[in-house]
């Protein structure tokens, strides 16, 4: 019975910050608490066609003709990817994220065998086909910037300058 007060405690933390968000990514709250219906495959999340395309062709040279083609891709990857790594990151609190961890630590321990449920209802077949299409997505915007380069297109068709940099720098928090 410690199950129901623990459900309806991580209800009431989630509600105010899923709330506040409007775009939710894989990371976020909302993601979390919808993860046991991917996990017995109620819900399944569609991979977006621009990353099915890059999982099957991420070095094809179709729309590299121009700088204007090569950016339309790369808007395109980055609406299904998130910004790439030389996009300046918005600042967010870490209240979403320390609440979001929380939350999957709960939500862990209250499935027991979850393992072998996502194995069984083939969720975990489900994840890395998505995984697999992510990465690929990442490859394809990478070697988009690439040809970006090499026609001295501008970005975000190419990468920033900063990460250009003949000399590359460690973070701050790295130091």
């Known amino acids: 019975m410690r199950v129901i007060p623990a459900l309806v405690i991580a209800g009431l933390l989630i509600a105010p910050v899923t709330a506040a968000t409007a775009q939710q990514n894989d990371n976020s709250l909302g993601h979390t ?11 399944d ?12 062709a991420p070095y094809s040279s179709v ?19 998130g910004p790439d790594v ?15 961890a929380g939350a999957r ?16 209802t083939g969720a ?11 990465y690929a997505g990442a490859v394809r915007r990478g070697y988009l910037k690439g040809i970006g380069v090499a026609k001295r297109c501008r970005a975000p068709a190419a ?3 900063a990460a250009l940099a003949d000399r590359p720098e460690l973070l701050a928090a790295d130091q």
């Open 86 to 100: 030389d996009t300046p990151a918005k600042k967010k609190g870490e209240g979403s994220a320390i609440a979001a």
């Open 159 to 161: 990468p920033t300058a």
């Open 124 to 134: 975990d077949k489900a994840q890395r086909r998505a995984e697999a299409a992510v």
């Open 63 to 81: 729309g590299t003709q121009s700088c204007a083609a090569i950016t339309a891709q790369i808007r395109d990857l980055n609406g299904a990817l």
């Open 45 to 56: 999340e569609k991979i977006p066609a621009v990353l099915q395309r890059a999982a099957s």
């Open 105 to 120: 630590a709960v939500l862990g321990t209250l499935i027991p065998g979850l393992g072998l449920v996502r194995v069984i």
């Open 33 to 43: 608490v919808t993860q046991p219906l991917r996990d017995v495959r109620i819900k």
